[in-house]
């Protein structure tokens, strides 16, 4: 960790220097928990994979019908891998 001196430090460059090290700590914890879901090999059905891309049920079929989201048939009934889920919510989301 890196160490800061106080010493002839404004109050607005120790703010900027707080600010800077949390927001990095925290990209690293998103990009951790991202791997670790993209890696996850959960079922999810319809309705929640509704719910985490935040999209109709319309939104959904057309999207399986393109191709961007992969649909499984278990029985008679769709389910949708997350980590297929995940990878299309990266690919739809807009770049900061």
Do not use: C, F
Not at 5 to 21: A, Y
Not at 34 to 39: A, I, M, P, S, V
């Amino acid at each position: 960790m890196e160490q800061i001196i106080l010493t002839q430090t404004t109050k607005d460059d120790l703010i900027l220097q707080i600010t800077k090290n949390v927001l990095s700590g925290m990209s690293e914890i998103l990009k951790e928990s991202r791997e670790k879901d993209l890696n996850s090999k959960e079922w999810l059905t319809s309705k929640e994979t509704e719910s985490i891309l935040k999209i109709s049920a319309v939104t959904r079929w057309t999207w399986s019908n393109s191709g961007i989201l992969k649909t499984h048939k278990i029985g008679n009934r769709l389910r949708y891998r997350k980590d297929d889920v995940l990878k299309a919510l990266l690919r739809k989301e807009p770049k900061i």
